[in-house]
């Protein structure tokens, strides 16, 4: 059953305890000025954004089909069956084409650093998988974040709705976005209000690339022979020509 | 070339400087990260060394697999006196992208990781291993200029036995990952201005590198014969203006199909920088395509190589509004290159024409074809006569 996120913009008093927990299970420094940059960054693997008198939190979307995961040249991300994409160090070559393919913007790089590493969220994966929450939906006081099984997340993301569809934009961010995302979006307001991407294809994006690299095997089998006849038809004209020319 | 040695002078104190600021360029992105030697940002993570140097340099050294085609593959031989010259442009412009990678990536000493680390899904898993393979293609091909220098007839002979099946890979490696650069872009629908993306990407910068191949080829033969004091073959040079006028008319038609099935033309009538950058792309390469269809045009030297450099801005405008300017709005964000990204580009640049010129000056990239098959050389002479 793979994990997912709901974030509920109405609930949100923008307090910044999951900032908080975020940097402290990643062993990163937070103080008033992390606080204060209000975007994501290698060191800041989530972000409370203040948009008029709403919040949005943002976060990796752990895709449930990744971008990221479909182009990395060494498999360095991974996705795990329980939901999050991890992300291996040790592989990554610094290509940075996660980053230029993901639609949310969202891996990081340290880019001053001479080893630099590709950083995001990984929806917690170590905790998750010994069956505890995602810090953040541990440190949420009022519920704005919560971490459970993605089908009863969306379940209750639409019952919401269904009880206050008053307080609610009738739409669940991130439950077809670029083929529906492990992180689940409620607000108030239209979504591009909120700074969410709201011009994606709902398709997975890994399917635009695949449906021509599917097609390697027949243009080399295709084009082997191809030009092998070519040669052949060709070298054999020259053949003759010489041979006459011989003759001559 | 006595009286010449001033403007030598000149040019060797330009390309000094550019290797000077190139090597302190270096220094910093050695010492300092890309951080501290790029613009790139996490919301453009991809700037001039991916836009120009891997784009372009890959697109300019297609002449190559374009030339072995014609000449071995579909055996029209008389175009055999700007093969070598081509190959030799392949396998440094080959080289100097591998040399461009390795100051864009986080982890250059990982170089090697998608030869052992695979994932097929990857686009650029792909263009990784093409690149690897046919730059291993383009050296054996460029062996035999060695071996023939050395004076060497025994391996001579043995790369003569595979060359068939070699040359073959390296059309199909070619197709793949030229086709390929175009489809790295086709996952990011979101953010590439609608008058570049498209999902015929792969077979748009397929028809357009073989096209700048073409363009390159006149390029460099130009210049060469003015380094070397050769001859122009231009009767030759003029029949590839020929082709590539063709070429580019059935390339700006398929774009022009692309669009207006895509119904993007509206987006013309905005006052935008992508709708200039689009219009000035499709000039540089539609005035030449026009021109070049005149005889006038294309037995002038002077005027078939201002058509060809044209061509290759225009293919560069292609490349680096694809690469580069085209994501910008969609990225949400601006870039202008670092002056050490555009000093180290120069430089690679700049290496790139010096090793063409000292390799062109010691071994026989020219003359090759008349030493080579004496008997197809019959018409060859006939060819080049009418240029003196």
């Known amino acids: 059953m793979p994990k997912a996120i709901l974030y509920d913009s109405t609930l949100c008093i923008g307090c910044r305890a999951c900032e908080g927990a975020c940097a402290e299970r990643w062993g990163l420094p937070y103080n008033d000025k992390v606080a204060n940059e209000e975007r994501i960054s290698a060191h800041k693997l989530t972000t409370i954004e203040t948009h008029g008198d709403k919040f949005c939190r943002r976060l990796c979307m752990n895709c449930l089909q990744p971008a990221c995961v479909s182009v990395c040249p060494v498999g360095a991300l991974q996705k795990t069956a329980l939901g999050p994409v991890t992300y291996d160090p040790e592989k990554c070559m610094g290509c940075r084409y996660c980053m230029q393919a993901c639609p949310f913007q969202v891996p990081s790089y340290e880019w001053s650093q001479r080893m630099p590493r590709m950083r995001k969220c990984d929806m917690c994966y170590d905790r998750q998988s010994h069956g505890k929450l995602t810090a953040c939906a541990e440190a949420c006081p009022v519920g704005a974040t919560k971490n459970g099984d993605r089908d009863a997340l969306v379940a209750e993301a639409q019952q919401r709705i269904a009880e206050k569809p008053d307080q609610y934009y009738h739409k669940v961010y991130g439950l077809s976005e670029v083929g529906g995302t492990s992180v689940l979006y409620l607000s108030a307001v239209p979504f591009e209000q909120i700074g969410l991407r709201t011009n994606l294809p709902h398709e997975p994006l890994p399917m635009l690339t695949w449906r021509v690299l599917e097609m390697l095997p027949d243009v080399v089998s295709t084009g082997s022979v191809l030009l092998g006849g070519i040669w052949w038809i060709t070298n054999r004209r020259g053949e003759v020509a010489r041979k006459e020319r011989k003759g001559r | ?388």
């Open chain 2, 1 to 388: 070339m006595k009286p010449r040695l001033p403007k030598v002078t000149v040019w060797r104190a330009i390309f000094a400087a550019i290797m000077l600021s190139g090597l302190y360029a270096t220094y910093l992105r050695v010492f300092y990260g890309l951080g501290g030697s790029t613009n790139l940002t996490d919301k453009f993570p991809w700037g001039l060394w991916i836009g120009f140097d891997v784009l372009c340099g890959v697109g300019l050294a297609a002449g190559g697999f374009t030339l072995v085609a014609i000449v071995h593959i579909f055996a029209i031989e008389r175009y055999k006196p700007v093969l070598r010259p081509a190959i030799l442009t392949a396998f440094l412009g080959y080289t100097l992208v591998v040399v461009g990678l390795l100051f864009d990536l986080g982890h250059p000493e990982r170089l090697w990781h998608p030869l052992v680390m695979w994932n097929p899904h990857s686009v650029m898993f792909e263009v990784a291993w093409c690149v690897t393979l046919y730059s291993t293609v383009l050296f054996l091909e460029f062996l035999p200029v060695v071996f023939e220098k050395l004076g060497w007839h025994k391996p001579m002979l043995w790369i003569h036995r595979i060359s068939v099946p070699l040359m073959i890979l390296g059309v199909l490696l070619s197709t793949l990952h030229q086709s390929s650069l175009g489809t790295l872009y086709l996952i990011v629908p979101e953010k590439l201005y609608p008058l570049w993306y498209s999902p015929l990407l792969p077979l748009l910068f397929y028809v357009s590198a073989i096209g700048v191949g073409l363009a390159m080829t006149i390029f460099e033969s130009w210049h060469s014969s003015r380094a070397f004091g050769r001859a122009l073959e231009l009767p030759l040079l003029a029949s590839i203006g020929r082709v590539l006028a063709v070429l580019m008319s059935v390339y700006l038609w398929i774009r022009f199909l692309d669009m207006m099935h895509r119904g993007v033309f509206g987006l013309l009538a905005q006052n935008r920088i992508e709708t200039w950058l689009f219009a000035l792309e499709i000039a540089l390469l539609a005035v030449p395509t026009v021109l070049l269809y005149q005889a006038r045009i294309r037995m002038n030297p002077g005027s078939l190589y201002a058509c060809a450099v044209m061509i290759v801005l225009g293919f560069v405008a292609n490349r680096l509004n694809v690469g580069i300017t085209g994501l910008e709005a969609g990225s949400g964000t601006h870039y202008v290159p670092k002056w050490s990204e555009v000093a180290v580009t120069l430089s690679i640049c700049a290496v790139g024409f010096a090793t063409f010129r000292i390799i062109g000056q010691y071994f026989p990239i020219f003359e090759t074809h008349s030493v080579a098959h004496a008997d197809s050389e019959v018409e060859e002479t006939e060819e080049d006569s009418v240029t003196v």
